[in-house]
């Protein structure tokens, strides 16, 4: 019999003990910055709380505060915090076995996790590369799309996130993360528009012709392009979603140019955007897909699928990979994404977002119609974005920052987005139930009014 949910924490509404940061809170801040490098965690007057404990929807701090977690940690939750399945799975896998050699003397379950990858991905005959992080299954598509077509120049995207290790930071285009590291960065990328929703059709048009004309002309240090890397719906940029017809025109250019096409889904894919693939709900025909956050339900594992036809230019190992990595394959990372993907198919998770991601979308409209600085609420299935803006009508720099500053002590976890810190990003877990989802909106609304 399938363990359910424990009836409260996990489906509470918030209940703050302490104002946000708690002494508890406030001690391990000081701790954290007297051993952690100064770059990682952001440490201020309001910020951050430490957990202690998550289920479902909700995370409960040092200091006894319960919250609703309107991030899903990331994206990861999707199914929830600590989905009974999944920790069931890992603790039986712990007692068997921690770790095996991935691509030495494999643990059984790793073939099991690929299986699976395979039956679910869009191709008739699929391989994989299974990894750790995000950023590492965009290493091994990178990798994978230049073995494919000789051609290592790439196309990506404005406001593109796709990670930060030095392969993947390469396509991600955001100033603050790529000045550091500008000179060792890959000099082959061209960033094209990325027309939202909400843009004209010439937006679109001048985005396919600069993909066009890089396809023409090659990247700027003269190399011949092979790649487009792409996500679905921008996350990290503020959740923008596509101009209708965008994706499926990009696909048709590119593969009339022989280039491989790279869905980044890490964030997107697995029921996130209410479909398995957000890649095929939004009309992308990828070659390669990359997939992580929601696939461990809080295990890190991440994998690149794609056709055989496009991994096979890999070389068969000779015993010496040369793409590996020590915890790839990992025992306990596999059992995990293996259950998450039985559940998503039992419990139809992609469904229920969709039917939840409607019904949140469209009562944050309602509760946000005519809010001051409010200049669009957007999104797909349970990914969504509230854009704000000045008294002018221009993006408000930082004050998304601000609402999810103010929302700690309201009992709500979320997270800024956009480069400016402009936009509030939503990405729950579909256990929310209706009682947090309209909690959710009541006191955002007053919140983003409040605010400025």
């Excluded at 073995?147 to 993947?168: N, S, W």
């Excluded at 790649?227 to 979603?241: F, K, L, N, S, Y």
Aim: negative net charge; glycine residues 12%.
């Amino acid at each position: 019999m399938t363990a359910a949910f424990e009836p409260r924490f996990g489906s509470l509404l918030p209940d703050i003990r302490e104002y946000p940061p708690g002494e508890a809170s406030l001690a391990l801040a000081d701790r954290l910055k007297s051993v952690e490098s100064r770059n990682i965690t952001h440490v201020g007057t309001g910020w951050p709380v430490f957990w202690e404990e998550a289920r479902g929807a909700n995370v409960r701090d040092v200091d006894g505060n319960v919250y609703i977690d309107l991030t899903g940690a990331f994206g990861v939750a999707l199914m929830g915090h600590a989905h009974p399945d999944v920790t069931a799975a890992v603790r039986a896998q712990s007692e068997v076995m921690l770790h095996g050699m991935g691509d030495v003397h494999p643990p059984s379950v790793k073939v099991d996790l690929q299986e699976r990858l395979c039956a679910l991905a869009p191709w008739d005959d699929t391989r994989v590369i299974l990894a750790s992080t995000g950023s590492e299954a965009v290493e091994a598509a990178l990798k994978t799309a230049q073995l494919k077509t000789g051609r290592p120049g790439i196309v990506a995207f404005e406001g593109a996130y796709h990670g930060l290790t030095m392969g993947a930071l390469a396509v991600t285009d955001r100033a603050h993360f790529r000045s550091p590291f500008e000179e060792r960065l890959y000099k082959g990328v061209v960033f094209a528009p990325y027309p939202g929703a909400g843009s004209r059709g010439k937006a679109t048009k001048a985005s396919l012709a600069a993909v066009r004309a890089a396809l023409e002309a090659g990247a700027p240090n003269g190399d011949a392009i092979g790649t487009v890397i792409v996500e679905p719906v921008q996350g990290r940029a503020g959740v923008r979603v596509p101009a209708d017809g965008f994706l499926a025109a990009l696909s048709e250019l590119a593969h009339e140019a022989g280039v491989v096409i790279i869905a980044d889904e890490i964030f997107t894919g697995l029921g996130r955007c209410g479909a398995t693939f957000a890649s095929e709900r939004m009309g992308l025909e990828p070659d390669l897909v990359c997939l992580g956050k929601a696939l461990g339900g809080g295990m890190p594992v991440s994998a690149c699928i794609g056709s055989h036809e496009v991994m096979d230019a890999w070389p068969a190992s000779s015993g010496e990979a040369i793409h590996t990595s020590t915890f790839l394959g990992h025992p306990l990372a596999c059992v995990a994404a293996t259950t998450v993907l039985d559940v998503m198919q039992r419990d139809q998770i992609p469904a229920r977002v969709e039917r939840l991601g409607t019904a949140l979308l469209a009562s944050l409209r309602g509760g946000l119609s005519g809010t001051a600085g409010v200049a669009e609420v957007r999104g797909v299935g349970l990914m969504i974005g509230i854009q704000l803006t000045d008294p002018h009508g221009a993006p408000s720099e930082g004050r998304a920052v601000r609402v999810a500053e103010a929302a700690l002590a309201a009992g709500l976890i979320l997270l800024p987005a956009g480069a400016q810190g402009d936009v509030v990003e939503l990405t729950p877990p579909a256990t929310l139930t209706g009682d947090q989802a309209a909690y959710t909106v009541r006191m955002l609304s007053s919140l983003i009014q409040e605010v400025w």
